[in-house]
């Protein structure tokens, strides 16, 4: 069985962090370990507090994995300070396995996940990674990219790593669709879904980049695991339990089942 690790966040709503990520890769019939970053008293309408691991513990937890198990790809998630940022960087520098880095801003509810000061910081960790996850919001804190604009596409074709720009809404036939955009070298890649209009949405980024994460060790290219992960995703909100008062989690379990 391969065995995953991810380096993020922990949820006490179950829905996003190191909970959803370790549901995504059981539902991929990985094995999934992990390195907590931060703990987080939150539920599905917002965050109300934010507890952040040492940077030397965290760094324990990742050597106590590598130690152990033959890992066959990280995911990295919410990494909150450059203190965190710092460790984790020492600790995956010199590995040899697909990497993919999910830069966490902010929540769904509008919490900030990641300090001011650890923007910049986070650079350093691009060049380590097989591919990079941000949303609209975050391409544009990281690379500056707006759509649009010609210029801060070239920043993003320009970056040495692929970047893959999330969930961009349009319409089409009247219909409005979800477009995820992989830039790399001057080429673009575009997958696409459905949209659902739904408040179901809790976690969806965290588990994007799990399954991505997931499929890669497995042995699937990039764009095969991405192509597959969104697929997952989209059948996953569609199955979402309906629970809690505010943007509720999904069910990765039937995403998984319904993804191929």
Request: proline content about 3%; glycine content about 8%; overall charge negative.
């Amino acid at each position: 069985m391969k065995v995953v690790l991810t380096i993020a966040g922990s949820d006490s709503s179950g829905g996003a962090g190191i909970q959803a990520d370790l549901k995504t890769f059981e539902a991929f019939g990985v094995f999934g370990t992990s390195a907590i970053t931060v703990l987080t008293a939150q539920n599905t309408t917002g965050v109300s507090e934010i507890y952040e691991v040492s940077p030397e513990f965290v760094k324990e937890q990742i050597k106590a994995v590598f130690e152990d198990f033959e890992v066959s790809a990280v995911k990295i998630g919410m990494l909150y300070s450059v203190a965190i940022i710092e460790a984790v960087h020492e600790s995956i520098k010199d590995l040899n396995v697909p990497i993919v880095l999910d830069p966490v801003f902010i929540s769904k509810v509008g919490y900030p996940l990641l300090q001011n000061d650890a923007v910049e910081a986070m650079k350093k960790l691009f060049a380590h990674a097989t591919v990079i996850t941000p949303n609209q919001h975050e391409a544009k804190e990281l690379f500056g990219y707006m759509r649009g604009d010609t210029a801060s596409l070239d920043r993003l074709q320009n970056s040495s790593t692929p970047v893959l720009v999330k969930n961009e809404v349009l319409e089409r036939n009247g219909a409005k669709i979800s477009v995820d955009q992989l830039f790399y070298k001057h080429q673009k890649r575009v997958f696409q879904s459905e949209y659902l209009e739904t408040k179901n949405l809790h976690g969806t980024g965290c588990s994007y980049s799990s399954a991505i994460a997931a499929n890669l060790a497995l042995g699937k290219s990039l764009e095969e695991s991405i192509a597959i992960s969104k697929s997952f995703v989209t059948q996953a909100i569609k199955n979402a339990p309906n629970i809690g008062h505010g943007a509720g989690p999904i069910n990765h379990k039937e995403g998984a089942s319904h993804a191929f």
